[in-house]
């Protein structure tokens, strides 16, 4: 893998990274550089990882092949005219950014750029993460190896066509909410039936975690697993009938269709977005040094 590695932007998602590669070893400290607007944030980084902080965002694009777009979606159009013009052919850029579309990402560069898409998610945090990856047409396979591994050290990935990225925020980018508000229904539910809150909450996450590590170790569907703890006419099926009754699955299903919709409208409201006035012409940050 070429290196290092450049991240820009040292907030939630771009720490787990530095985290992630770091501690699995794909990347030594000094082989992970960042910039970083925030100066205490920056020294947090640098004292925390010893990972080294870039002077500016082109100080780090003259100096890494690899780079990760992780600023918020919204800091995009200043960070793309600024270093879009200095991207060049053997640079390979791996955007977090929701709902930013590949192409949207070359119409800053002024030639063809390797480029690949990613979707992590919160869990990525604690690297549990699950990040789907979109490579754009100029990515090579060993393009996409390098993103597997590097979102490998902070969970699990799947490949997918960009045209998907929408439906994947609907489902595992925003699936960690549904799940914590199924968490705290279980819980609740379990408190009505006399539990303590603590024992409840306890419990309905253990369920969780164990359920979940059950699909993954034994490879069954859900739906196989599901019907083998239902014993005819007894608690279980009950509960489900309840669900079922409370429609459940659909309100699930819903949940995912309307978040992807809700997805793509953001990513066309980026396209209608003006732009920065000027190529390079990024505004200057308070308290930058
Ligand atoms: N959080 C998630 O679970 C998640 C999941 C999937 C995808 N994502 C995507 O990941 C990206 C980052 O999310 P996040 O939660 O990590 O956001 P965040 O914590 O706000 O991190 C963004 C970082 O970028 C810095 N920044 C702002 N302008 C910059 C510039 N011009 N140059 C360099 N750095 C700059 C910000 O500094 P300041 O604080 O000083 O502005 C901040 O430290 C977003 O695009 C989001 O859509 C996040």
New binding site residues.
């Given amino acids: 893998m070429r290196k290092p590695l450049g991240i820009?932007?040292?907030?939630?998602?771009?720490e787990a990274l530095i985290a992630g590669v770091i501690q699995s070893g794909l990347f030594s400290p000094e082989e992970v550089r960042f910039?970083?607007?925030?100066p205490d944030?920056r020294d947090y980084l640098r004292e925390k990882y010893q990972a080294p902080a870039a002077k500016s965002?082109l100080d780090l694009v003259a100096h890494t092949p690899i780079l990760i777009l992780?600023?918020?979606?919204q800091?995009?159009p200043?960070?793309l005219s600024?270093i879009g013009p200095a991207l060049k052919k053997d640079h390979l850029l791996i955007s977090?950014?929701?709902?930013?579309p590949l192409d949207y990402l070359q119409s800053y560069c002024r030639q063809p750029i390797r480029m690949i898409r990613a979707?992590?998610?919160?869990p990525?945090?604690i690297q549990k993460g699950a990040t789907a990856l979109a490579p754009s047409p100029q990515a090579k396979a060993e393009d996409l190896s390098t993103a597997e591994a590097i979102f490998q050290a902070v969970g699990i990935t799947v490949i997918v066509k960009e045209s998907l990225m929408d439906a994947v925020t609907g489902l595992s980018?925003s699936g960690p909410a549904y799940v914590f508000a199924a968490i705290e229904a279980l819980a609740a539910g379990g408190v009505k039936e006399g539990l303590s809150q603590e024992a409840a909450l306890a419990l309905t996450t253990q369920t969780v975690l164990g359920a979940a590590h059950l699909i993954q170790s034994t490879g069954k569907h859900p739906a196989t697993l599901r019907d083998q703890v239902c014993t005819p006419g007894g608690t279980t099926i009950s509960g489900l009938y309840a669900m079922e009754e409370g429609g459940f699955r659909l309100a699930l299903m819903n949940a995912v269709i309307s978040a992807t919709r809700r997805s793509k409208e953001l990513g066309e409201a980026l396209r209608t977005t003006p732009r920065p006035s000027s190529p390079g012409g990024?505004k200057k940050?308070k308290g930058k040094k």
């Fill in positions: 820009i932007g040292g907030g939630n998602v771009g910039s970083e607007p925030r944030r965002n992780a600023v918020k979606p800091s995009v200043e960070v600024e977090i950014c929701a709902g930013v979707m992590p998610n919160t990525a945090l980018g990024a940050r």
